[in-house]
């Protein structure tokens, strides 16, 4: 049996289906990222405080508490304060670069209708000339 849907109503009923099935997932897939990604914070957090307080613990129960030189706190302190810095900057570079791409995608959006319509008239412009050339052709035959 052959159908009587031509090639471009499939495309869109495709295309339709297609953007739906993102549209209704890509919410819940945000969703549990970003509580996945909380979880993920939570237990590192849990994990780190729960290894300074076995530090603690074990240093004032054993007797073995040591002394840092300020000079060492001073290293340590400073080495934090970089990798801070440091994870600042990143943060800042990676909102930019998310920024940018949104704006691009923005851009692309918001042309997209003058893109549509030189679309339209280069296919205009194609199918008449093969239209005229094919009635010359017609033309020329008949003579």
């Known amino acids: 049996m052959v159908s009587s849907i031509d090639d471009s109503e499939i495309i869109e009923k495709i295309s339709k289906k297609y953007f739906s ?3 209704y997932y ?3 897939l945000q969703q549990s990222l970003f509580d996945f990604q909380n979880e993920y914070y939570k ?3 849990n994990f780190v405080n729960s290894n300074i307080s076995l530090y603690k613990n074990f240093g004032t129960q054993s007797g073995l508490n040591f002394i840092l030189s ?3 706190q001073k290293l340590i302190e400073d080495i934090n304060n970089e990798i801070i810095q440091y994870r600042s900057m990143y943060h800042k570079i990676i909102t930019k670069s ?3 791409g949104k704006e691009n995608v923005k851009v692309w959006n918001d042309n997209a209708k003058i893109i549509d ?3 339209e008239k280069a296919i205009k412009f194609w199918s008449d000339m ?3 050339k094919s009635a010359d ?4 035959k008949s003579i």
């Open 26 to 28: 890509v919410p819940h």
């Open 98 to 100: 998310i920024e940018s």
């Open 70 to 72: 300020e000079s060492s």
């Open 137 to 140: 052709k017609t033309t020329d």
């Open 43 to 45: 237990t590192w957090k």
């Open 130 to 132: 093969f239209s005229q």
């Open 117 to 119: 319509e030189l679309n």
């Open 21 to 23: 099935e993102i549209e």
